[in-house]
């Protein structure tokens, strides 16, 4: 998904972080970028298999980041 996510407009970043917890960010320029993602129908089939093979549940989460720095 990575490759096609990086191909949509909007699209900033990405972080996936795999333990016993699988964690995927995905970073987007608006929420009208967001939902254009979320309608995409390769993410569709993607999220359907995920549904109905691979997790038993998962979260869904959209925020703002106003701001990001590191030291």
Avoid at 9 to 24: H, N, T, Y
Avoid at 46 to 69: F, H, M, P
Wanted: hydrophobic share 40%; aromatic share 14%.
């Amino acid at each position: 998904m990575y490759d096609l996510a990086k191909s949509q407009p909007g699209f900033l970043g990405f972080k996936s972080v795999r333990q016993e917890l699988g964690i995927i960010i995905s970073y987007w320029k608006s929420i009208e970028d967001i939902l254009l993602w979320k309608e995409h129908t390769k993410h569709q089939v993607t999220q359907a298999k995920g549904i109905n093979e691979w997790y038993a549940s998962y979260d869904v989460e959209i925020c703002l980041v106003e701001r990001v720095y590191s030291m």
